[in-house]
């Protein structure tokens, strides 16, 4: 579903300012990654162009629009630069944000970036998303020594971000009763054709992928490949809308944090039970009221134990990671414990039983309050490495192993959704930011 005109400028009908005071930067001395952070937010950014549309005292405006929108929401613009370069054949996660140049009203017709001009950087949907790249974009000005001022503006649209599974057309690719994979999906589908898997059918859609692959056995899959990045609370709103749309289970295949040791980098599968969503209202889901976990039903030695979700990556400082511990958390990423929640809250509403699994691998390591910074593992800064890439590659799979096996020899697929059906109480545990 492509959007022109009118219909997309009513995507973005409600525009919300996010007060720069709620976006501040992160204190390297108190962060996780230590001084690492700030390579992280130079790393995302595309230095070139913004210290030249800095340096010629150009503003910028982080708007949460989708790039392809942003020329029809923001008439005049044009898109200067991708935001970020993949490899070849990259199909799915790769519509990040990038950036347009909005001609000022002195400006001429010309190509270049001018005095009055304004620079924005188009996000996908999501306050997650926006508040992260708002984040990497202070901690880009204080490092490169620029004016906290020169970031104008930070919108968000409230409307695009709840009606995302609807504009981008998700029904179209989820049926009652799937199965749904997402993650690494193209990653994934050659070792379920290796097992035995069929193709039976594929589509696909400017913001979807779908490849259906029937298992031996007769269980068929339904890999869901996501072209826009679906950062923290948009991976909730479309686990929500499978959940609606009648998904019986959810698999979420990715990479997160450890917190327990250095050791686990490239080398544990996570697989949590029990969930702490540290997003816009915190809240605990213990292994009752989560969603039911059907891999760990059938391989219950990779059970984790229990899950953070936070919005940011430059929001994880030590205190944080120290609530973390409190409450016996044993990995952190922006999006499981979000995903788990928002499945868990459409069930005791739609009166369904919805199943997921998130089977990911870590990447990096949180070092307490005390320790010092561990430079000699991979981490946030170094993960697209080529012996990174490698040890990823082994861990897809090894994850694929199971999923090979869950999916062939596992819960049969006229099994019931959950033969113990939770109840639509309220979920429990409602915390406050820093409770303790």
Not at 17 to 34: F, K, N, S, W, Y
Not at 199 to 218: E, I, L, T
Not at 419 to 431: D, E, G, I, V
Request: proline residues 7%; aromatic residues 8%; hydrophobic residues 40%.
């Amino acid at each position: 579903m492509s959007w022109t005109g009118a219909a997309a400028r009513s995507i973005y009908r409600h525009a919300t300012a996010v007060p720069l005071a709620e976006i501040p930067r992160a204190d390297p001395q108190q962060h996780t990654m230590g001084p690492a952070v700030s390579l992280y937010a130079l790393q995302r950014l595309p230095a070139d162009l913004l210290d030249l549309a800095l340096r010629n005292g150009l503003a910028i405006e982080l708007h949460g629009i989708h790039p392809d929108h942003l020329s029809i929401v923001k008439p005049g613009s044009r898109m200067v630069h991708p935001g970020h370069w993949f490899a070849y054949g990259k199909a799915y996660n790769r519509v990040r944000p990038q950036l347009f140049a909005l001609p000022g009203p002195a400006s001429d017709t010309g190509r270049q970036l001018q005095r009055g001009d304004a620079l924005i950087m188009a996000v996908p949907p999501g306050r997650d998303y926006v508040l992260h790249n708002a984040r990497l974009l202070q901690q880009y000005l204080h490092h490169r020594g620029f004016p906290p001022q020169l970031l104008r503006r930070v919108v968000r649209y409230p409307f695009a971000e709840e009606s995302i599974a609807d504009w981008t057309g998700l029904a179209r690719f989820v049926r009652p009763g799937d199965r749904v994979l997402m993650g690494y999906v193209k990653e994934l589908l050659p070792h379920l054709l290796a097992a035995g898997g069929t193709v039976v059918h594929k589509d696909d859609s400017p913001y979807y992928g779908v490849v259906r692959v029937a298992m031996p056995g007769g269980l068929e899959v339904c890999a869901l490949g996501v072209r826009f990045s679906f950062w923290g609370c948009i991976s909730a709103r479309l686990a929500a809308a499978c959940t609606r749309l009648g998904a019986r289970e959810i698999v979420y295949v990715g990479k997160l944090g450890t917190l327990r040791s250095p050791n686990d980098i490239y080398s544990t599968i996570f697989c949590p039970t029990s969930y702490l969503d540290y997003g816009a209202s915190p809240r605990l889901l213990d292994a009752e009221a989560a969603p039911r976990n059907a891999v760990i039903a059938e391989f219950p030695h990779l059970d984790s134990g229990t899950h953070m979700s936070v919005a940011t990556v430059l929001e994880e400082d030590l205190d944080q990671r120290a609530l973390a511990e409190k409450h016996g958390v044993q990995s952190i990423d922006n999006e499981i414990a979000q995903m788990a929640r928002a499945i868990a809250e459409a069930d005791a509403e739609y009166g369904s039983t919805t199943a997921f699994t998130a089977l990911h691998f870590a990447t990096d390591y949180l070092r307490r309050e005390g320790e010092a910074e561990h430079r000699d593992i991979f981490n946030l800064t170094n993960h697209r490495l080529g012996s990174a890439l490698r040890h990823k590659d082994r861990m897809i799979a090894r994850i694929a192993a199971v999923l090979c096996e869950y999916y062939t020899f596992g819960e049969p697929a006229t099994a019931a959704a959950n033969p113990k059906a939770r109840s639509a109480a309220p979920l429990p545990n409602t915390l406050t930011k820093r409770d303790s």
